[in-house]
């Protein structure tokens, strides 16, 4: 999983999570429980897709409201 996926804008934790408005380690947590995958890595970087950070964050908050 190493390297750059052509034609696409991919970010780091900590740029993922100043866009989405989470904390990075949100961001590793949704990494480490399976919701977030990394699409690449620049040298010890994960790399993380735009998009799939803000699904998993709008699923995230969906799946909140319905517990309460």
């Known amino acids: 999983m190493s390297g ?3 034609d696409e804008e991919l970010w780091t934790a900590e740029e993922l999570a100043a866009l ?3 904390k990075v380690r949100t961001v590793y947590s949704w990494m480490q429980r399976g919701y977030l995958r990394p699409a690449g890595s620049r040298g010890r ?4 897709r735009l998009e799939d950070g803000f699904t998993v964050e ?3 908050k969906r799946q909140h409201r319905r517990a309460a």
């Open 4 to 6: 750059w996926i052509e």
């Open 45 to 48: 970087f994960w790399l993380f």
């Open 20 to 22: 989405v408005g989470v």
């Open 58 to 60: 709008k699923e995230r």
